[in-house]
């Protein structure tokens, strides 16, 4: 069981805007604004998409947005594509543990 | 280019030991602290170990703590994971990634190294 909670799947059309949740604590989402998110596809490494809530590294498609409310992160993909098929996680810095950092259960998104 | 590319995956009895190893390129190793995190077959992603540029500081998510051991070698642009007494749960990928301090997250991953714990 993962410390942070995101759904198992979320799918939308082509064009319309879906939204991820990554549920924590006032421990970690809640206390920091170290959040991430990645985008992964099968049987390929994760790629940092989002880091520090609401920050795109180079080269990331601005459809992609993040922002956070409480202990609550969340990933906002605009504008759906068929591309954007994948697994989306979601990490945050932890002051609960000594490792520090933990991963959502990911989410699986559709593009119908 | 920074490269990340492990090795040493494999099959493993339970019980019984592997060395994973990460070879780094394209980047000053001791700048950075380097993690591994494990992908267990249809699950999510967990984060398993960190160790800091000059090796001095390791932690490990609980599940791993007194069975792997997290290291590095600097000169040698290298970083390992020992991991003893494995279990079935640890079957999983194993990816070695470096983590970015300005964006307190990872940067970069290498491709992933599967290990089975099977009898």
């Known amino acids: 069981q993962s410390a942070l909670t995101q759904p198992a799947s979320v799918s939308g059309s082509p064009g319309q805007s879906i939204t991820i949740y990554c549920t924590g604590t006032?421990?970690?989402?809640?206390?920091?604004?170290?959040v991430s998110w990645y985008q992964q596809f099968p049987g390929r490494a994760p790629k940092v998409i989002i880091y520090d809530v609401n920050n795109r590294p180079s080269g990331v498609s601005n459809r992609f947005s993040g922002s956070k409310s409480g202990n609550t992160a969340s990933l906002t993909i605009s504008g759906l594509q068929a591309e954007d098929e994948a697994d989306y996680h979601c990490c945050a810095y932890s002051s609960r543990t000594s490792l520090g950092w933990m991963f959502g259960g990911g989410t699986r998104l559709t593009v119908l | 280019e920074v490269q990340l590319v492990e090795s040493g995956g494999g099959l493993v009895q339970p019980g019984g030991s592997l060395r994973l190893s990460c070879a780094a390129s394209?980047?000053?190793?001791?700048?950075?602290?380097m993690t591994w995190v494990r992908q267990a077959p249809g699950e999510g992603l967990e984060w398993v170990a960190n160790?800091?540029?000059?090796?001095?500081?390791?932690y490990y998510v609980d599940s791993v703590k007194g069975r792997f051991t997290i290291s590095r070698d600097n000169a040698k642009n290298t970083v390992h994971l020992e991991m003893n007494s494995v279990r079935a749960e640890d079957t999983a990928v194993y990816y070695c990634?470096?983590?970015?301090?300005?964006?307190?997250?990872?940067?970069?991953w290498g491709q992933g190294t599967l290990v089975t714990v099977s009898s």
């Open positions: 394209g980047f000053t190793l001791s700048a950075y602290w």
């Open positions: 990634a470096r983590y970015s301090d300005f964006w307190h997250a990872i940067e970069y």
């Open positions: 006032s421990s970690d989402i809640g206390a920091f604004n170290f």
């Open positions: 160790i800091g540029q000059d090796g001095s500081g390791k």
